[in-house]
């Protein structure tokens, strides 16, 4: 499933470029290195708005499913680095096959936080870090259990592309280097997330 996942993401970043309407062909035309397109270009970074929102969908495939929406609110300092905060739903579930009796599925649902920060070597990349705390409660067709308190602390990243003024595609890759012991994934599980950002 990884590396279904892995393909879709790269299908994305080749197909999107012949997709009309998203400003891609006027982006990479024959034209693109006319002085006043250039002077254009430049004129709309230095308006890129300093706030922006969006957010992620994201998914985690593995022992542990896992499936993740995160509404967003950011800053941005300057071109290169920006800052911002996170609302985390989770929904997961995990086939359990015990050596006695049946086979089961132990679900989990957890909310939580983040505070991320952003740095952009150059505009289409980007590296992050993220720390987060979130709160799981899991269930079976038997019982269902107490929350649980899990922070995080995610390291990675991606590669980010501007389809309208102010307006990205964002995708990328993370891990978890704390590895708590409440921690429901396995030590280093990746997490891939796909989202855009807006400036407000």
Known sequence: MKTIFAVIILSIFFILPAVPGLGFNDLYSDHMDTP??????????????????????????GKFNEVRLSPLIGYRFSDKVSAGVKFVYRHSWEKITPQFGEEYYLNSDAV?????????????????????????????????????????????????????????????????????????????????????????
């Open 36 to 61: 006043l397109l250039k002077l254009k270009s430049a004129n709309a970074a230095s308006k890129m708005s300093k706030v922006f929102t969006g957010g992620d969908i994201g998914v985690t495939f």
């Open 112 to 200: 939580g936080g983040n505070i991320f920060l952003q740095y952009n070597p150059v505009p289409e990349f980007y590296v992050k870090s993220e720390y987060s705390y979130q709160t799981y409660k899991q269930s079976t067709t038997q019982s269902t259990s107490g929350s649980t308190g899990v922070p995080f602390l995610f390291l990675g990243g991606g590669y980010s592309k501007m389809i309208k003024k102010n307006l990205y595609l964002n995708a990328g890759i993370k891990v978890d280097v704390l590895n708590n012991l409440n921690s429901p994934f396995d030590n280093y599980t990746p997490f891939f997330d796909v989202g855009m950002t807006v400036g407000l």
